[in-house]
């Protein structure tokens, strides 16, 4: 069993990313907006952007900026390569600059992904 997570730097290749992986046998993922130290810390010191009463949404960058987080648990690990693979054909080479960063850690117990039987 494997926890795998994926740094995307092009957010207009989510639904083919995902689409792809699912192909490659992912069943399930989570996306989250992320964003890495290099886009803030440009940013520290005073910022004038900034409202009077700003809601956390003011802090970031417009989400189309954003990155994407993409994490998935197998429990087949015959299927890393494939979706290392069926990633590369989406964003390129994974060892060109801007394409993310993927991470592929062993795990040990994972709890709450059983499917549901209805």
């Known amino acids: 069993m494997s926890f ?3 740094v995307l ?3 207009e290749k989510l639904m ?3 689409a792809a992986w699912q192909d490659a046998g ?3 993922a ?3 907006f992320s964003t890495g130290m290099g886009r803030i810390r440009p940013r520290e010191g ?3 952007d900034i409202p009077l009463m700003p809601s956390l949404e003011d802090f970031y960058p417009d989400p189309e900026c954003l990155s994407r987080t993409i994490f998935t648990v197998i429990g ?3 299927l890393i390569d494939k979706v290392v693979a069926a990633t590369e054909e989406i964003v390129g080479s994974l060892n060109d600059p801007n394409t993310g960063l993927f991470v592929v850690l062993p795990t040990a117990r994972v709890y709450g992904i059983e499917k549901r039987r209805g």
């Open 4 to 6: 795998i997570l994926f």
């Open 9 to 11: 730097h092009n957010p």
């Open 16 to 18: 083919d990313l995902l």
């Open 26 to 28: 992912v069943d399930g």
């Open 30 to 32: 989570t996306v989250l």
């Open 46 to 48: 005073l910022r004038d």
């Open 76 to 78: 087949d690990d015959s």
